[in-house]
């Protein structure tokens, strides 16, 4: 069955220090992965698409086929990076499946 | 940018009542709209995809008898919950798709908070 884990609720990181949120899938096909970020108050927004190979806000995401994982780094973790961030599949018929989301915390 | 409005914000309602949300592309025609649901603490979970003059798919387990989803332009979406129940109480978000540039992205609207007395 196609499944999206992000097996971390919370991730508290202190300012400055490296941050990785896991995520695996499960999927037969050709997945397409995104990570979604929502920021206190605000609606969820697209951070980043593994097919784009960008690096949006000093964050990266590599797709891992072997492990089917599309974990999302960052070096340096930033107080404004304070946020629910959520990985989803794309089943490439218009129908997405999220994860359960993992909260980050960046503490000063 | 992309902007995706949804209308109201938060909707109190008595139960046995209906309950209509809008969802609008503001800058953009949206070839797909989709409608999740986030209960607490919980991930997104689809309800549905709607193309503009088609009938909405519907994921299991989503009644949609009780879920009206009515995807009227490329611009417009409305779900209507039907018949509310408290256990409807949750949080509403539906998101656009349509071709920004070269990019097929989805745009999520700010979210609807239902409260069913």
């Known amino acids: 069955a196609q499944r999206v884990t992000q097996p971390e609720k919370l991730l508290s990181v202190f300012k400055g220090a490296p941050v990785e949120l896991k995520c695996n899938y499960s999927y037969s096909g050709s997945p397409e992965l995104f990570w979604y970020v929502q920021y206190s108050r605000q609606r969820l927004q697209l951070l980043l698409r593994?097919?784009s190979r960008e690096s949006i806000k000093g964050f990266t995401a590599d797709l891992n086929k072997g492990e089917t994982s599309f974990h999302l780094k960052k070096p340096f973790a930033q107080e404004e990076d304070s946020a629910m961030y959520y990985c989803a599949l794309n089943l490439g018929t218009y129908k997405y499946i999220f994860g359960t989301g993992t909260r980050l915390k960046v503490l000063a | 940018g992309a902007v995706v409005s949804q209308h109201p914000s938060r909707v109190i309602c008595k139960s046995g009542t209906s309950v209509k949300i809008e969802c609008r592309s503001l800058?953009?025609?949206?070839?797909?709209m989709f409608w999740y649901r986030q209960f607490p603490k919980k991930s997104l979970m689809l309800m549905a995809t709607s193309n503009e003059g088609s009938k909405a798919t519907y994921e299991q387990g989503v009644e949609k008898d009780k879920f009206l989803i009515n995807h009227a332009s490329l611009t417009l979406s409305t779900l209507t919950v039907t018949s509310a129940h408290p256990e409807d109480s949750s949080f509403y978000i539906c998101?656009?798709?349509?071709?920004?540039?070269?990019?097929?992205?989805?745009?999520f609207g700010p979210g609807t908070r239902l409260t069913v007395t």
């Open positions: 998101s656009a798709q349509g071709w920004q540039g070269k990019r097929d992205e989805q745009y």
């Open positions: 593994h097919i």
């Open positions: 800058d953009f025609q949206a070839t797909t």
